[in-house]
């Protein structure tokens, strides 16, 4: 026989443990019968037994003990970005509509926030009404949290003047971010309404900067425009007073994502500092690149801790060829476009065809025809493929062509290649670990196009293991 309590042996029939004094044997409250105290149920009338002794005992020692475990043990200091979103008008729409109206409404409006925020790789901390509280950087670190939370900032900005309902209601948010560190971790609550709580002032600077943007702005703190800089287009709001706050602080709207796709550059916008101790790595490029400007592909790739200077060796071979004839090609792969293999071949003619927000579709397509005309003077059905990669769609003409999905793939892909034009092509690719569908699309390049450097640059630090 065994103790239940602390496993020891004893000998049969022992109504206590020898080695712990725990009851061994429990008494049924409905018939009476005496039975063993790892019994769940009465042997005689199958009556559910009670707990028992020090079984018992420590069973409620336990569960008492798990939340303060948790609540003592988890908590972390760490640099959080956090966004406050705040849906516009919903006192009024909830005063006029019936509760069950307005809670499809909210249920649309929640579900909608975070499926961006998720997207975003951000994360829903709490939703308080019309209000949604989401973190970047916790319970996942990112390098570019604050660039994530100011573009999710955009993005439910934008969502949230699409979100279509029964009822006819035109949505707008308002939007604060700010940056800074926390402690967050600490279990508060009980039950369903037990969540992870952060100590420090970022939540509420968020909260308080989103009171100050209009319907559809997004404001963030000085902080997150420090850790930004470059990267968005931003007005001046100058300093505001927030409530709660002894200070004025500085505050930016954010219009736009700049059009400055490298993060390098973007947020190295004056003079780079001096290449140093680099002398090697720069001469096999120039290597390579002479090789590829003779006919014979090279590709090359660069990878290295974060940090460590591989976008600053880029910088310094563009520099080197500034005085040879040759076509620069730049491919950003972005993890909020990770679904799409194609997006960096997209991106890469939007702004070499120079597109701008804005632009009408006959716009764009007049564009593109300038952007092409050097090397597909005649080919209308090539420019149709890279009209309909860029989503231009082309008034009285048909916007798929009659071939299988493979020759439309490899014919699109001729037809990106042709773009460098007869001179050698140097092209880089910056962020390799998010770029394994765009490898595969490009797969064929080296052998549509001779003379072709390629390097390839990871550069964020959560795709830098190699």
């Given amino acids: 026989m065994r103790c239940p309590s602390c496993k020891a042996d004893v000998p049969g029939g022992s109504k206590f443990c020898l080695e712990c004094g725990a009851a061994l044997l429990g008494r049924c409250p409905s018939c009476g019968n005496t039975n063993p105290a790892s019994a769940k149920f009465c042997l005689e009338c199958g009556h559910k037994l009670p707990s028992i002794g020090v079984e018992a005992a420590a069973g409620s020692t336990i569960d008492a003990a798990a939340p303060q475990s948790s609540q003592t043990g988890s908590a972390e200091r760490r640099q959080l970005t956090v966004l406050f979103c705040d849906l516009v008008g919903s006192t009024a729409l909830s005063a006029r509509l019936d509760p069950e109206d307005m809670r499809e409404i909210m249920s649309a409006y929640h579900h909608r926030c975070t499926e961006v925020i998720g997207k975003s790789g951000g994360f829903v901390a709490k939703y308080m009404g019309d209000g949604v509280l989401a973190y970047f950087g916790y319970p996942q670190a990112h390098e570019d949290d604050a660039e994530r939370a100011v573009r999710c900032g955009l993005a439910l900005a934008d969502a949230a003047s699409r979100l279509q309902t029964s009822y006819g209601a035109n949505f707008q948010v308002r939007i604060g971010i700010a940056t800074g560190v926390v402690v967050v971790g600490d279990l508060i609550g009980e039950g369903a309404a037990q969540e992870q709580e952060v100590v420090g002032d970022t939540p509420n600077l968020a909260a308080r900067l989103q009171t100050h943007a209009e319907p559809g702005q997004v404001v963030i703190a000085p902080s997150t425009r420090r850790l930004t800089s470059g990267l968005f287009e931003y007005r001046d709001l100058g300093r505001v007073v927030l409530k709660g706050l002894a200070d004025p602080i500085q505050a930016w709207q954010v219009l ?55 976008s600053r060796l880029i910088a310094a071979l563009q520099e080197r060829l500034q005085s040879q004839s040759h076509v620069r090609i730049r491919y950003f792969c972005s993890p909020q476009h990770s679904e799409s293999a194609l997006y960096p071949v997209i991106n890469q003619l939007e702004r070499a065809a120079r597109f701008e927000r804005g632009d009408a579709p006959e716009q764009k397509l007049v564009k593109l025809q300038n952007l092409l005309a050097p090397i597909l003077p005649e080919q209308v059905a090539d420019l149709g493929l890279l009209a309909d990669l860029l989503s231009v769609p082309r008034v009285g003409q048909r916007g798929s062509f009659e071939m299988d999905p493979q020759k439309r793939k490899e014919k699109t892909s001729g037809t990106a290649c042709a773009y460098g034009g007869t001179s050698p092509a140097y092209a880089a690719v910056d962020g390799r670990q998010r770029a394994a569908g765009f490898y595969g699309a490009l797969a064929g390049l080296r052998a549509c196009k001779d003379g072709l450097s390629y390097a390839a640059e990871p550069t964020r630090r959560d795709y830098a293991h190699n």
Avoid at 265 to 272: F, R, Y
Avoid at 284 to 309: I, K, M, Y
Wanted: hydrophobic share 35%; proline share 5%; net charge negative.
């Fill in 256 to 310: 736009a994502a700049s059009p400055m796709q490298s993060r390098f550059e973007a947020q190295h916008e004056t003079s780079l500092a001096p290449l140093v101790g680099r002398e090697e790595e720069l001469e096999l490029l120039l290597r390579r690149w002479n090789q590829a400007s003779q006919g014979e592909g090279r590709v090359v790739l660069l990878t290295g801790q974060p940090g460590v200077g591989k």
